[in-house]
């Protein structure tokens, strides 16, 4: 089992629902958040967003799924991205589950 999260602008989140589906995934859950940039750290891994002034009206969409949904969904994000190059790309994490309660 594998958690994946993905986080986007809201304009993209009709696409990332698409990908969910292709791949799918079918139970998930989605969150809205506002990550904030203002392009002063050169490493992305210091913070999740970035500290400033601008504001962006992002989503974050997570699950608990199978480690080939999590992969097949990973692998479309990531083609997705290389074809649409932009300043917002989708991002995506999956974390293994070591252990679950289901």
Known sequence: MKFLIVTCIKECEDLV??????????????????????????????????????????????????????????DLIIAYNQNNPTNFPIRAFIVPVEKSSF
């Open 17 to 74: 629902f698409g990908i969910f589906k292709e791949s799918k995934i079918r139970a998930y859950s989605s969150t809205e958040i506002v990550g904030f940039k203002d392009n002063q750290s050169p490493n992305l891994l210091e913070e999740w967003f970035a500290s400033g002034d601008e504001k962006f009206d992002s989503t974050m969409l997570f699950s608990f799924t199978s480690d080939e949904n999590a992969s097949i969904a990973m």
